[in-house]
């Protein structure tokens, strides 16, 4: 095909379907890596008196982490794999055995396509907590959250109020990214959200921001939109029977749409002053 047109109408297919960027220089088809992984194995020898040995099927090589019953995500239920990731969290006493834990967890496809574990970023012992809905195509490459565009925005956001990643502690509902920056499903909410509910108790924040729609109602369990939630506090309670104090929690607008829609950021501005008075009277006296 060599035809310019049809090139860029191919391209765009591709973008369409979210391969949205080259992030290596050798094709690597992930359907022959997945079908592999859960190929059934090989008969045995129906005959003992074959001649010569079967030669052994050829598979291609798995990354050390693909195994047949995580390959898909999908053959094992969410339900199944988010009692796995709350019974694997749960055993983590610190960030870096949690961290160790996700990059080991099985149950959640996206560690598939995604290129690393964007697992948090800035102090471990911040007052102030923050959590995106996932990774996009800057962090995956980087493996730290809030890298890109958003998250400079983000960071300009925290400087106005006389903060910094050294001063607060950032992660994601999701530590892998989505293939096209498509929204997280329901599921992978689910299986991800024993973990991160881990990582908040292991942080142990003063306050907590959640950063647009899908944090909100992830954390929150609410239904409200994000126009309607931001700016108010909430409380984050944990999972169910958590018996740790409730976590003052404001919802604000996601700097992605922030970037797209510069006319909200004067609510964006007034929900930062409101997070810092409330952090100031929370920290006071410590
Ligand atoms: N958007 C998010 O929600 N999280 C990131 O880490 C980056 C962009």
């Given at each position: 095909?060599?035809?310019p047109?049809?090139?860029?109408?191919?391209?765009?297919?591709?973008v369409e379907?979210?391969?949205?960027?080259?992030?290596?220089t050798?094709?690597?088809?992930?359907?022959?890596?997945?079908a592999?992984?859960?190929?059934?194995?090989?008969?045995?020898a129906?005959?003992?008196?074959?001649?010569?040995?079967?030669?052994?099927?050829?598979?291609?090589?798995?990354?050390?982490?693909?195994?047949?019953?995580?390959?898909?995500?999908?053959?094992?239920?969410?339900?199944?794999?988010?009692r796995t990731?709350a019974?694997?969290?749960?055993?983590?006493?610190?960030?870096?055995?949690?961290?160790?834990?996700?990059?080991?967890?099985?149950?959640c496809?996206?560690?598939?396509t995604?290129t690393?574990?964007?697992?948090?970023?800035?102090?471990?012992?911040?007052?102030?907590?923050?959590?995106?809905?996932?990774?996009g195509?800057?962090e995956?490459?980087?493996?730290?959250?809030?890298?890109?565009a958003?998250?400079?925005?983000?960071?300009?956001?925290?400087?106005?109020?006389?903060?910094?990643?050294?001063?607060?502690?950032?992660?994601n509902?999701?530590p892998?990214?989505p293939?096209?920056?498509?929204?997280?499903?329901?599921?992978?909410?689910?299986?991800?959200l024993?973990f991160?509910?881990?990582?908040?108790?292991?942080?142990?924040?003063?306050?907590?921001?959640?950063?647009?729609?899908?944090?909100?109602?992830?954390?929150?369990?609410?239904?409200?939109?994000?126009?309607?939630?931001?700016?108010?506090?909430?409380?984050?309670?944990?999972?169910?029977?958590?018996?740790?104090?409730?976590?003052?929690?404001?919802?604000?607008f996601?700097?992605?749409?922030?970037?797209?829609?510069?006319?909200?950021?004067r609510?964006?501005?007034?929900?930062?002053?409101?997070?810092?008075?409330?952090?100031?009277?929370?920290?006071?006296?410590?």
């Amino acid at each position: 095909m060599d035809d310019p047109r049809e090139l860029r109408r191919l391209l765009a297919w591709y973008v369409e379907a979210g391969a949205d960027e080259a992030i290596g220089t050798v094709p690597r088809d992930r359907r022959t890596v997945a079908a592999a992984a859960v190929a059934p194995p090989p008969e045995p020898a129906a005959a003992p008196v074959a001649a010569k040995p079967a030669p052994p099927p050829v598979r291609p090589a798995l990354p050390p982490a693909v195994r047949p019953a995580a390959a898909q995500g999908v053959l094992v239920p969410a339900d199944a794999a988010a009692r796995t990731a709350a019974t694997l969290a749960a055993a983590c006493p610190d960030l870096p055995s949690l961290a160790k834990a996700l990059a080991a967890f099985e149950g959640c496809a996206l560690r598939l396509t995604a290129t690393n574990l964007v697992f948090g970023d800035g102090n471990p012992n911040a007052k102030l907590m923050l959590i995106g809905e996932a990774p996009g195509a800057d962090e995956d490459r980087e493996g730290r959250p809030f890298v890109g565009a958003a998250g400079q925005l983000l960071d300009r956001m925290l400087a106005a109020i006389g903060l910094d990643r050294t001063s607060v502690y950032i992660t994601n509902i999701l530590p892998w990214r989505p293939p096209g920056n498509r929204t997280p499903t329901a599921n992978e909410v689910t299986v991800c959200l024993p973990f991160l509910r881990r990582h908040i108790e292991l942080v142990n924040p003063k306050v907590l921001v959640v950063v647009g729609g899908t944090s909100a109602s992830a954390l929150l369990g609410v239904g409200d939109g994000i126009t309607r939630l931001r700016g108010r506090w909430q409380l984050y309670r944990g999972a169910p029977g958590n018996e740790r104090p409730p976590i003052p929690t404001m919802p604000i607008f996601h700097t992605a749409y922030l970037l797209r829609t510069p006319a909200k950021k004067r609510e964006a501005w007034h929900d930062l002053l409101t997070i810092k008075q409330r952090l100031a009277a929370e920290t006071a006296g410590n």
